[in-house]
Structure formats: C-alpha cells, structure tokens
C-alpha cells in the first residue's frame, strides 16, 4: 500500500509502479532498458512496506465522550501479569499550551502498589515513554499541555511534562510493575501482585478555564546569592522530558556595583542545555540556549567591569552585564535539555526530547555581600574582598593571613573562600592567589 522508489531503477516504463511476477520477462525487473537483443532477467529481492493499523486491544470506554472536565476515575481488579486498557477522548480544545489546557493521568487510590502506565494514540503509537514511579510511593503518573498543579503526596507536580495532546480517541495501557510498553500496543507485566487498579483522569480539555497555578518544588533551594553562594551546583541528571528547577533570592538589585553571573561553562558540551528564570509570580523574566561557548547558556546581570568565564576555557565568552539588571526578589531557573517550549506564564517549560540521564552543574558568583543579605557576618564580608580577609581599614597585609588561618582551622564557613566544597586546602590556594596579587583583579577588592 504505498507507491515505490522511481529512483531504485527498476521502473523502467516510468508509471510510478513497479510490478513483480513470477514472468521471468516482465517489463520492468530488468537490469537495463529491455532490447531485442535482450539483458538477462534479474531476481528482485524486495519488500512491501506501508501503514498496517494494529488491531486494538480489548478496552474498558471511559464516559462520557469527550471525558469531562474534572476528575474522572475507573477502578477494576487485575490478576498477575495482567495489563488493563482504557479508551477516552480528550475534548475540542485538547491538552495544548497556548490554550492553557491539560490533561492528566495517574494511578492514585489504586491497592496494587506498584503500576506502570503508557498512552497511545488511536493508531497504536505509543506517545512518549511509559511512567513507573512518578506518582507518590511507586504509583505512575502521565502529564499533558500547560502546568502546573499541585503534587499528591510524594509524588511530583503535573506540569505537562510528558508534552501535548490534540482533541481526538487515545488508549490507556496500565499494569503492576514490572511492566513493559511499546508500539502497535504490545505491552506486558510480569508482575505476580493482584488488587484493584485505579485510574484518574483529571482534564480542562473542554476549555474550563486552568486553576492558578502552583509553584515549583525546587530541587535545589539556594537562598540568597551572595558572596558565599556555593558554586558547582550540580544537579540530579534529568530525565527524559525532565526540568531541573533551582530557588534563588536576590536581596540587592543588580546594578553597576553589584553583580550576578551564572554559568554553565562546566557542562559537557553535549548537555546543552536550555534554560528559563521564572519570577515569583511565574512570568518569564529572561531565557538563554547558547550564548556562551559550546552552546553552553550563561547569564549576567549587573557590573560594571567585564569578569572572565570561571569555567578557565580561553575561548569561553567574558560576563559583561549582557542579561542587564535583577531586581530583589525570589526567582525559579528552569534547566530543561535542548530547546524547551515555555509560556510566559505559569512557570512552564517542559524539554522537548526524550534523552535521560543528562548531567547539569551550574556555577553562581556574586558581588552582592552576604552582610547585606542577612546572613553570617564574615570580616571580608561588607565588600567582599577576602584577601583583606579581616576587613580592616590597613589594606592587604599580614594581619589578612593570620585572620584566614585562625577561621580556616576552626572550620569557619567564611574561609571557604572559593565558595566550593566547604572549608578545604582549595580555599588556601585561592585565598594566596588573591592575597600575592593584592585583591587586584577580585571582587571587592
């Protein structure tokens, strides 16, 4: 049921259409154009391809047609092994982004405690992978279209993360795990655990409009960024699909004195990774893919003196105030893989690819002082210079070296001068290296 190649060589009559027979002399199986003198006759090994629908399993129809609005739940037992299929339609303005409509799927209530969950379209393909565990406990969870809401139990937020959806006939395949799904609707359990499975469906996709929405659950929260905001901020590989979201407060706006870079230098080319800082309302503050090298993000906000890449690479760009100015306030940064789609608002962003397993690590520097953020009173801290590390008024001296040793030796956080780690032998070579060179050069300083 398709039509062939034109450009395989064998359609010598040029109609589009190869015919094979078992006529040794047909037209068109010849090596050449056919002559009286004649080519031989060639053997065509060849195959047949085109779109051969896979019949649908047998399935439980979820009403009414569309589902409505709202929540709706299915419950039936299953037997070990057992694999349960569902049909519903998803209304007229589907689980779309700009549309601000969702649908989402999970198996919360279910006895069975361990369940795994995939959806097809009505032809049988298997849209984006399966879930296992993202509901709470091990329950499974499936997101579509514009986030966010609020998570149950330990289980993560339904944000869309698993992409979009347009109106229109898809199929639920759900089983204890462990459970495999894939195309044309071949799934599997080999499970021995029995009970009830329940599913929930809870969709806008008839156009009611979205609740608010809720925030972000930080994977990593990191409080004011200052001058001790640890740097090398690595976070949990992401998933398929995944987001990993960093909480940060800037208790100084950024200006010409006080500055904030963020830098992505020290990922793995191959991370590439897009990012999007959300303020605390939702809204998009600004997003960036590769400004920096490598197709490597940064950003930069404030200062007025270009500052180097920390990353050390000679080719990486210099932070030059190019993000413009942050005002105080609470912000989320969303690291998503490759290109993101984002709405203004919201706080969403989803990847757009299904790679897993992508490692993140994010550096953050500041000018801004930890004392005027509220937080442990170092001596350096009122300007940041740790090389006059006591904040005297006598500069850069011996007393600087005494005062690190006395903080460093005890621990003291305000030795952890490169802000990595914690208070180690890096922290000494840092601190001498601004110390030689007099603080020219460091911030502060």
């Given at each position: 049921?398709?039509?062939?190649?034109?450009?395989?060589?064998?359609?010598?009559?040029?109609?589009?259409?190869?015919?094979?027979?078992?006529?040794?002399?047909?037209?068109?199986?010849?090596?050449?154009?056919?002559?009286?003198?004649?080519?031989?006759?060639?053997?065509?090994?060849?195959?047949?391809?085109?779109?051969?629908?896979?019949?649908?399993?047998?399935?439980?129809?979820?009403?009414?047609?569309?589902?409505?609005?709202?929540?709706?739940?299915?419950?039936?037992?299953?037997?070990?092994?057992?694999?349960?299929?569902?049909?519903?339609?998803?209304?007229?303005?589907?689980?779309?982004?700009?549309?601000?409509?969702?649908?989402?799927?999970?198996?919360?209530?279910?006895?069975?405690?361990?369940?795994?969950?995939?959806?097809?379209?009505?032809?049988?393909?298997?849209?984006?992978?399966?879930?296992?565990?993202?509901?709470?406990?091990?329950?499974?969870?499936?997101?579509?279209?514009?986030?966010?809401?609020?998570?149950?139990?330990?289980?993560?937020?339904?944000?869309?993360?698993?992409?979009?959806?347009?109106?229109?006939?898809?199929?639920?395949?759900?089983?204890?795990?462990?459970?495999?799904?894939?195309?044309?609707?071949?799934?599997?359990?080999?499970?021995?655990e029995t009970g009830n499975i329940q599913v929930r469906i809870n969709s806008n996709s008839n156009g009611t409009p979205a609740a608010a929405a809720e925030a972000p659950v930080p994977n990593f929260d990191l409080g004011p960024i200052n001058v001790?905001?640890?740097?090398?901020?690595?976070?949990?590989?992401?998933?398929?699909?995944?987001?990993?979201?960093?909480?940060?407060?800037?208790?100084?706006?950024?200006?010409?004195?006080?500055?904030?870079?963020?830098?992505?230098?020290?990922?793995?080319?191959?991370?590439?990774?897009?990012?999007?800082?959300?303020?605390?309302?939702?809204?998009?503050?600004?997003?960036?893919?590769?400004?920096?090298?490598?197709?490597?993000?940064?950003?930069?906000?404030?200062?007025?003196?270009?500052?180097?890449?920390?990353?050390?690479?000679?080719?990486?760009?210099?932070?030059?105030?190019?993000?413009?100015?942050?005002?105080?306030?609470?912000?989320?940064?969303?690291?998503?893989?490759?290109?993101?789609?984002?709405?203004?608002?919201?706080?969403?962003?989803?990847?757009?690819?299904?790679?897993?397993?992508?490692?993140?690590?994010?550096?953050?520097?500041?000018?801004?002082?930890?004392?005027?953020?509220?937080?442990?009173?170092?001596?350096?801290?009122?300007?940041?210079?740790?090389?006059?590390?006591?904040?005297?008024?006598?500069?850069?001296?011996?007393?600087?070296?005494?005062?690190?040793?006395?903080?460093?030796?005890?621990?003291?956080?305000?030795?952890?001068?490169?802000?990595?780690?914690?208070?180690?032998?890096?922290?000494?070579?840092?601190?001498?290296?601004?110390?030689?060179?007099?603080?020219?050069?460091?911030?502060?300083?």
């Amino acid at each position: 049921p398709s039509a062939s190649d034109i450009l395989s060589g064998f359609d010598f009559d040029g109609d589009d259409d190869v015919e094979v027979t078992a006529d040794a002399n047909t037209t068109d199986v010849f090596a050449d154009d056919p002559a009286p003198a004649g080519c031989g006759a060639l053997r065509v090994g060849f195959a047949l391809k085109g779109d051969v629908l896979p019949t649908p399993p047998s399935f439980t129809q979820i009403n009414p047609v569309p589902i409505a609005d709202g929540t709706t739940s299915v419950t039936t037992p299953v037997t070990a092994g057992q694999v349960k299929w569902y049909r519903f339609t998803v209304g007229p303005s589907g689980a779309q982004d700009a549309a601000q409509t969702f649908v989402d799927i999970d198996t919360e209530g279910s006895t069975v405690t361990d369940t795994v969950i995939a959806l097809y379209d009505d032809n049988g393909n298997l849209i984006g992978n399966p879930d296992d565990n993202d509901g709470s406990g091990n329950l499974s969870q499936l997101t579509y279209g514009i986030g966010r809401r609020a998570a149950f139990g330990d289980g993560r937020q339904y944000d869309g993360r698993d992409s979009q959806l347009t109106p229109g006939d898809y199929f639920i395949g759900v089983a204890a795990a462990p459970a495999t799904f894939s195309g044309a609707y071949i799934a599997a359990s080999t499970s021995t655990e029995t009970g009830n499975i329940q599913v929930r469906i809870n969709s806008n996709s008839n156009g009611t409009p979205a609740a608010a929405a809720e925030a972000p659950v930080p994977n990593f929260d990191l409080g004011p960024i200052n001058v001790l905001t640890p740097i090398g901020q690595a976070a949990p590989a992401m998933q398929a699909g995944d987001v990993i979201w960093f909480k940060f407060d800037v208790c100084d706006a950024t200006d010409a004195n006080n500055f904030i870079d963020i830098d992505f230098s020290r990922c793995n080319e191959g991370t590439d990774p897009f990012v999007t800082i959300f303020d605390s309302a939702g809204n998009i503050v600004i997003e960036d893919d590769d400004s920096g090298n490598l197709e490597l993000p940064q950003f930069s906000f404030g200062g007025s003196v270009s500052r180097p890449a920390y990353s050390g690479a000679p080719a990486d760009p210099s932070f030059n105030g190019e993000s413009g100015s942050l005002a105080a306030g609470t912000y989320y940064m969303a690291v998503a893989h490759d290109v993101a789609l984002s709405q203004p608002t919201r706080w969403h962003t989803r990847s757009t690819d299904l790679i897993t397993n992508i490692p993140v690590i994010a550096d953050f520097h500041s000018s801004i002082t930890n004392t005027s953020c509220g937080g442990p009173t170092c001596p350096w801290g009122a300007t940041g210079c740790f090389a006059n590390y006591n904040g005297d008024q006598n500069g850069i001296d011996g007393d600087d070296v005494i005062a690190f040793f006395s903080d460093w030796d005890a621990g003291n956080s305000c030795a952890d001068v490169n802000n990595e780690n914690g208070v180690d032998g890096d922290d000494v070579i840092v601190f001498f290296v601004a110390w030689d060179a007099g603080g020219v050069g460091f911030p502060g300083c």
